[in-house]
């Protein structure tokens, strides 16, 4: 629900930090006893699902700065901006985050910045980071865009893909809180375009992760043309002013080799898009992933996957007769965002696309396998449309059973007032935040004071990286300061109950594409993904919000093998591992 009239959250202050309870002995609880989630104090406390977001980046020792080489010539590539994943890089139960840096864009033969890895040392007074770049063998010193991350060769880890303007890259993770840079191997380093979003997922059911690469425009600082708007005053290029870059899909052949399968995929039959943003799901209920490209200014790409013949991958673009290649009035848009959920709870899974301002933001509902573009109907059109948002997700902001909508907003083109005032970046908007009426509606609600911070925000993942149950955002900011979005909105004394899980096949395998629901509701179910959003990864683990319900609930697994198991009763308001094989442990 949104908030109370005359309701307040400033002033506000911590007044404690509540210990996460082990339990659950047959089950590893992946929050350790220690890691403490501060209680929030409101002093005229949040109601039940009343939310807050409050960044905590500064404090908690996230200092990064995005650079994104501007000179005053007004280059493409400089309002793209960057992306950051929230991952469990040395498996102590804890999230940590990577965050993907930019640089000069010219002389980029003298020393450049690098990525930055933050390792989570929280112990019960909050959110605590440590930088660990250089101890962790992270030396990504490209101009970076996205990334993308997936347990490549089945150790039980997860890797790193980093997508960028230029050539890209492949960290391996040791598993021993080190990165080695196995690009050269890879054959995933080449050739040198500009890449954007990535999805790690696996097309072909032989049991490795595969890669599917988004890449935008044939620009270069050669390329570079002056472009202006209709008063003549220079600004940067709409995309059209330069030809896109064709996608590339690689197949996992093991021991960290991939081979590029765009052709014989048939994902080269499709005139390039531009590609900024990049989900896997099944689309059409067929049991084979299926993979949706958000394209900027030009038609979207369905790539529905279609019965391998022997070796050989097969998909077809069913963008246009599945309704999701143009909006409701047939006009393609400048897609950057996208997720898939079954956010309506019917069975099937619908899409979620951030534009352009003037545009609006488009929700598409699936009736089994075409859409209709219900952006008006559910609330989403108007409130979006003064807005350019890039990174976006679906989630239970307020854990109350129903799935919100976030996204980070950053425009492209001057904000004239911001110009007019001499600002040097005059991109900036505020992020927006929409609530689940439960009815398939959404009402754009204040987020707290984390949402009152103007800045060009491009990247946002998403994850529990307090392990309190709620989601917390890591947003990005092209030439800005990177944003923790902690969510305290289930601080309060009424809190919503919740169900956190981890799955695993055997000891180690991390298990993308798991799918997962909660028995008795047929249709509350997740997929076990990274991907989606803008050139950022996500938190692997599941999170159900359980409203004020907290009876220990089952939930009915089926994994990438076939196998399908039932785990529980579990109780709420706690992870629990979940291995394949284990249901009668």
């Known amino acids: 629900m949104p908030l109370r009239p005359g309701a307040?959250?400033?002033?506000?202050?911590?007044?404690?930090?509540?210990?996460?309870?082990?339990g659950g002995a047959a089950k590893r609880l992946l929050a350790l006893a220690a890691f403490g989630a501060c209680a929030f104090d409101a002093g005229g406390e949040l109601t039940f699902g009343e939310l807050r977001f409050v960044d905590v980046a500064q404090p908690a020792g996230l200092e990064f700065t995005h650079r994104?080489?501007?000179?005053?010539?007004?280059?493409l590539a400089e309002i793209v901006g960057a992306g950051a994943a929230v991952f469990d890089f040395d498996g102590d139960g804890r999230l940590d985050v990577w965050l993907v840096q930019g640089g000069?864009?010219?002389?980029?033969?003298?020393?450049?910045?690098?990525?930055?890895?933050?390792?989570?040392?929280?112990?019960?007074?909050?959110?605590?980071?440590?930088?660990?770049?250089?101890?962790?063998?992270?030396?990504?010193?490209?101009?970076?865009?996205?990334?993308?991350?997936?347990?490549?060769?089945?150790?039980?880890?997860?890797?790193?893909?980093?997508?960028?303007?230029?050539?890209?890259?492949?960290?391996?993770?040791?598993?021993?809180?080190?990165?080695?840079?196995?690009?050269?191997?890879?054959?995933?380093?080449?050739?040198?375009e500009w890449s954007v979003s990535a999805s790690?997922?696996?097309?072909?059911?032989?049991?490795?992760?595969?890669?599917?690469?988004?890449?935008?425009?044939?620009?270069?600082?050669?390329?570079?043309?002056?472009?202006?708007d209709t008063a003549s005053r220079l600004g940067y290029c709409a995309p059209d002013a330069y030809h896109p870059v064709p996608d590339r899909l690689y197949r996992n052949l093991g021991k960290g080799r991939f081979a590029e399968i765009t052709a014989s995929s048939g994902i080269a039959t499709a005139a390039p898009g531009g590609a900024l943003g990049v989900v896997a799901e099944d689309f059409d209920g067929d049991g084979r992933l299926d993979i949706y490209v958000a394209n900027d200014g030009v038609a979207n790409h369905l790539?529905?996957?279609?019965?391998?013949?022997g070796n050989t991958l097969r998909f077809v673009n069913d963008a246009m007769l599945a309704g999701v290649a143009l909006n409701g009035n047939g006009a393609a848009e400048a897609s950057m965002g996208v997720?898939?959920?079954?956010?309506?709870?019917?069975?099937?899974?619908?899409?979620?696309?951030?534009?352009?301002?003037?545009?609006?933001?488009?929700?598409?509902?699936?009736?089994?396998?075409?859409?209709?573009?219900?952006?008006?109907?559910?609330?989403?059109?108007?409130?979006?449309?003064?807005?350019?948002?890039?990174?976006?997700?679906?989630?239970?902001?307020?854990?109350?059973?129903?799935?919100?909508?976030?996204?980070?907003?950053?425009?492209?083109?001057a904000v004239a007032a911001q110009r007019?005032?001499?600002?040097?970046?005059?991109?900036?908007?505020?992020?927006?935040?929409?609530?689940?009426?439960?009815?398939?509606r959404y009402r754009e609600a204040h987020g707290g004071p984390a949402f009152?911070?103007?800045?060009?925000?491009?990247?946002?993942a998403f994850g529990d990286l307090d392990n309190d149950g709620d989601t917390d955002i890591v947003v990005t900011n092209s030439n800005g300061p990177v944003r923790l979005y902690r969510n305290d909105s289930n601080a309060g004394s009424r809190q919503a109950a919740w169900l956190g899980l981890e799955l695993r096949a055997g000891h180690a395998k991390l298990t993308t594409g798991t799918l997962v629901q909660l028995e008795a509701d047929t249709c509350r179910r997740h997929r076990v993904a990274t991907d989606g959003s803008y050139a950022s990864a996500n938190d692997p683990r599941i999170v159900f919000g359980l409203g004020d319900n907290a009876t220990p609930r089952t939930v009915q697994v089926v994994w990438p093998s076939g196998v399908e198991e039932r785990f529980g009763p579990l109780a709420a308001n706690r992870y629990h591992l979940l291995r394949e094989g284990a249901a009668g442990d």
């Open 303 to 309: 790539w529905l996957h279609r019965a391998s013949e």
């Open 104 to 192: 000069p864009l010219a002389n980029r033969a003298d020393e450049l910045p690098s990525d930055q890895l933050y390792r989570n040392v929280s112990a019960g007074d909050g959110l605590r980071f440590e930088n660990v770049t250089l101890q962790s063998g992270v030396e990504a010193n490209g101009y970076g865009m996205g990334m993308a991350t997936g347990d490549i060769d089945n150790d039980g880890d997860l890797d790193v893909f980093l997508a960028n303007f230029g050539t890209n890259q492949l960290f391996e993770n040791s598993g021993r809180g080190r990165f080695r840079d196995i690009t050269a191997k890879s054959g995933l380093g080449g050739p040198s």
């Open 452 to 460: 009152d911070l103007v800045e060009v925000s491009r990247g946002a």
């Open 339 to 413: 997720d898939a959920e079954d956010f309506d709870q019917d069975c099937d899974v619908d899409l979620f696309l951030t534009h352009l301002g003037t545009e609006t933001n488009t929700l598409y509902i699936n009736h089994g396998g075409w859409f209709a573009d219900a952006s008006n109907r559910a609330g989403i059109a108007a409130s979006s449309g003064p807005y350019t948002g890039f990174g976006t997700a679906w989630f239970d902001a307020d854990n109350d059973g129903d799935l919100d909508l976030f996204s980070a907003n950053g425009a492209v083109r």
């Open 420 to 440: 007019d005032a001499g600002a040097p970046y005059p991109l900036r908007e505020r992020n927006q935040i929409w609530l689940n009426d439960g009815r398939g």
């Open 200 to 228: 790690f997922a696996d097309f072909d059911n032989d049991g490795r992760l595969d890669l599917y690469v988004g890449n935008y425009l044939h620009f270069s600082l050669a390329n570079h043309k002056d472009c202006r």
């Open 8 to 22: 307040s959250f400033f002033g506000s202050s911590l007044t404690g930090c509540r210990v996460l309870q082990a």
């Open 68 to 75: 994104n080489g501007m000179t005053g010539k007004l280059w």
